[in-house]
């Protein structure tokens, strides 16, 4: 029902209203005026009525002769008990009869009225929270246009990601110069979908694609389709599209494509999925309906390629797929260039140093990085930031808030210090791990009790199984001190153990990196680009019983293997072990210079042999801490 419709609703009840009025009006008007009963029982004593007629409330008299215009006499009745009591004081008397008309019909209209009023403001208000826009705009598209001049970003905000930036100024520079690349037949794609990890400026490309192109620019959540009314996702994919098309040349931004384009029956046992495949179905009918050489073109986003139905995908809807990943080294470098413009740095601060501390982040941990290092700086009244701001920034954001009014009592302080020198001293041991570059006793973030940071020194995209293996010694090095200094075991190494086993997993199932089963993969590659944790991660492994043992078996030993050597190398080095404990009790924090002097008190051991296999990661290694 459209607005036309709802005024002649409107002005229909109006009318009736009106109506009612004028009909109570013209029944006051068209009554005889009553008279007091004391007069009407004078005219029956004095005989001036020829006849009465009785009703359940008036009596009504007609007159033998005229009095003047008036023939007849109306008078309220009265009960004869009350007649004979007001007689005595010669008095007129009269009862009025109330016209209630009007009052009985309210008593039903206002209660109604009432009523229906509630209701729509508590769904209206109900709609507004949902994003419905009230009873007449569910079909109806809600998404945002944007100009070139309210945007406020533009391609020179975007760093970092060059090859994702260069394909996207190719589209806009089609949109405004159509004809130049269509001297040859060529067309532009009809989908750009923007795939990557979370926080690496999907989204912020978009917006520059909206700042540069200067054309109508339509941004929508995938989510923002799809309702509690069936029915109603389709709706607005027709309305988008037939908005888009009326401001043609023009740009649509579908953010969270995974919301909207998950793969149909994928999960047949989670019941039906109606809405949401009618929806998905009417957007890859327009995306095969429009004509791209009209200028109509499709930006979407997600950080979860691997659950988008593959007719999203195929060639002539997405026709490119453009990785937005995490930075390298000089990405990071270029991309804190953007965020520091309005940052008073210390002239001394280099900023290729301070990428050089956080290889893995991405655009938005640097960005976070950069507010938290402005932040710590306010905290001690500096009038610049420098550099142990940024490196206490990126301890805060990797190691969490330290947690100093969480009070260990003496025995739990000594073993967290052993556990984590431990991890210090097994990494500082071997040749070609990861620099130690701090290690505290004091609690951080939810659970830790103490933390190991090691830092990279440069960004790797292969890692060997010798270096894994080293990671396993470095990780279990913890729980050996404990052994060693204690021969007791405490929980403190859970998260140790989690990890290791972990990673001997994806040695064994993933890297065939044992001999004895082969160079098989017993586990499919994990295509996601979301860091789950290793225990949310399905596996669906197809070996048989006996292999399965076999891999369970290989994994035991090479966790037990990293055992041994964290063992070995901090029994071989127990006087600094105990003194590095100790300096870590009175201090609670070691940073590298102390930690330089410890190392060279170490007997080293050299465990990168032969190289025997390369393998890929699936990220960049990001700082790592062993939290106690």
Known sequence: MDKKHTWNLGYWVIALMLLLLLQDVWQSATQVQAVPYSEFEKALREGRVADITVSDRTLVGRLKTPDGNKTLLVAARVEPDLV???????????????????????????????????????????????GMGGFLSIGKSRAKIYAQTNTGITFADVAGVDEAKHELEEVVDFLKHPQEYGRLGAHIPKGVLLVGP????????????????????????????????????????????????????????????????????????????????????QLLAEMDGFDSSVGLIILSATNRPEILDPALLRAGRFDRQVLVDRPDRKGRTDILKVHVRKVKLDAVLRLEDVAALTPGFSGADLANLVNEATLVATRRKADQVTMPDFTAAV??????????????????????????????????????????????????????????????????????????????????????????????????????????????????????????LGYVAYEPARQQMLDLPAGMLPRDSAASEDTQRRIDNAIRRLVMDGFDRASTILSANREVLEHGARSLLEKETLDEAALRDLSAQLQRVDSNQSLQMRLPLDDQPAPTRHPA
């Open 395 to 516: 301890e805060r954001i990797v190691a969490g808030l330290e947690r100093r009014s969480r009070v260990l009592n003496p025995k739990e302080r000594e073993a967290v210090a052993f556990h984590e020198m431990g991890h210090a001293l097994v990494a500082l041991a071997q040749t070609g791990t990861d620099p130690v570059h701090k290690v505290s006793i004091i609690p951080h973030g939810i659970g830790a009790l103490g933390y190991t940071i090691q830092r990279p020194t440069e960004d790797r995209y292969l890692v060997t199984r010798p270096e894994l293996e080293q990671k396993i010694a470095v990780l279990l090095g913890g729980r050996a001190a404990e052994k060693l200094v204690f021969d007791v075991l405490s929980t403190g190494a859970a998260d140790d153990l989690a990890k290791a086993t972990d990673i001997a997993r994806d040695m064994v199932t993933r890297y065939g990196m044992d001999e004895g």
């Open 84 to 130: 004979a009591r007001l007689e005595k004081f010669d008095v007129p008397y009269t009862r009025v009869v109330d016209n209630t008309f009007m009052k009985d019909l309210m008593s039903w209209i206002v209660p109604a009225l009432v009523f229906f009023g509630l209701w729509f403001f508590l769904f209206r208000r109900f709609a507004d929270k949902q």
């Open 198 to 281: 979370p926080g690496t400026g999907k989204t912020l490309l978009a917006k520059a694609v909206a700042g540069e192109a200067d054309v109508p620019f339509f941004s929508i959540s995938g989510s923002e389709f799809v309702e509690m009314f069936v029915g109603v996702g389709a709706a607005r994919v027709r309305d988008l599209f037939e908005q888009a098309r009326l401001k043609a040349p023009a740009i649509i931004f579908i953010d969270e494509l995974d919301a909207l384009g998950r793969a149909r029956g994928a999960f047949p046992g989670l019941g039906g999925h109606d809405e949401k495949e009618q929806t998905l179905n």
